[in-house]
Structures are given as structure tokens and as C-alpha cells.
């Protein structure tokens, strides 16, 4: 049983307090959805004013699958390039978008969302997956929420398959 005692007042303490915790719980599980499922879980539990938090997984050469998540039913197959997980997937890179609305192409599986959070999950040069967060509020996220899912994100590199 894992009981977590993260703080959600600062957010460089919620992110390290989190980092610990999906560490914590990863470690030695050689099963990759497992870990996503339980990972998507804490980012759910811990992180406030989200809509949607999980993973799409890179299945291909260019086509990321619905993955483990919290939230309502989601879209199920994204190509690279396309919408705000296609485009993390496509790059590379981190993707901060303060209004999704205004995102080219963005895919509305939830037309409640405002904002979203994109952070690709890279092992040997290549996308394996994207943690993909989504908020019903507009400009969420900032520069201290995508370091500390890059955090997590480059931990998870190798325990998620």
C-alpha cells in the first residue's frame, strides 16, 4: 500500500514531493502500463484544476495510443503532428498552450478543456509516449508545471516500456 504526503501550496515542493512519489512507486516494476496507470493516478490525485491527466503511447513510427488516464473517455488514436499530442510527438518538445482553442489543429476530445500540458517521454532519441494534462481553466500551466513533468518524464523513460 502507498500512502503519498505531497504538498500543493508550492509548487517546486509539489513537484519534487510528486517526482518522489512516482519514483517511489516505480521502481522495480518492470511493467509499463502498470506504471503509466499508476503514475496517471498521482498526477490526477495531486495536481489541482485538471479535467484529464495520462498518457498516449507511441505505436509505430508515427501514431501515439490512448494510454493510462484519469479523466473522461478520450480521443483513441492521434498521429504525430496532429493536435497538441501530435505535436509533442512530432517535435519532440514540450508543449505549453495557454488557450487550446487557439491551437492549430487541436483535437477536442473534451470540450471542456482551456489549457494543456504536452511533455514527451524520450528514450534512446526516440517518443516512447506523452504525458498529456489538460485543465478546464485557461493558462493552467506554466514553466514550473512543464520542468517538473520533464522531471517525471525523463524518470519514466526507461519504466514505461
Known sequence: MYAFDIATDDKPTL????????????????DGI??????????WQFLPDLNW???????G????VLGPFQGK???IRIPFGRGVCGAAAAS?????????????????CDADS?????????????????????SPSAARFDEA???GVEAIAALLANRIG
Do not use: K, W
Open 34 to 43: 502498470a506504471n503509466m496507470a499508476n503514475v496517471a493516478a498521482l498526477l
Open 73 to 75: 473517455a478520450a480521443c
Open 92 to 108: 519532440g518538445e514540450t508543449q505549453l498552450v495557454e488557450d487550446v482553442h487557439a491551437f492549430p489543429g487541436h483535437i477536442a
Open 61 to 64: 513510427e508515427d501514431e501515439l
Open 15 to 30: 513537484y519534487r514531493d510528486l517526482y518522489e512519489a512516482v519514483d517511489a512507486i516505480t521502481t522495480g516494476e518492470p
Open 145 to 147: 508545471d512543464a520542468r
Open 53 to 59: 491527466a495520462g498518457f498516449y503511447r507511441t505505436v
Open 114 to 134: 482551456r489549457s494543456e500540458l504536452v511533455v514527451p517521454v524520450v528514450r534512446d532519441g526516440r517518443v516512447t509516449a506523452v504525458i498529456d494534462l489538460d
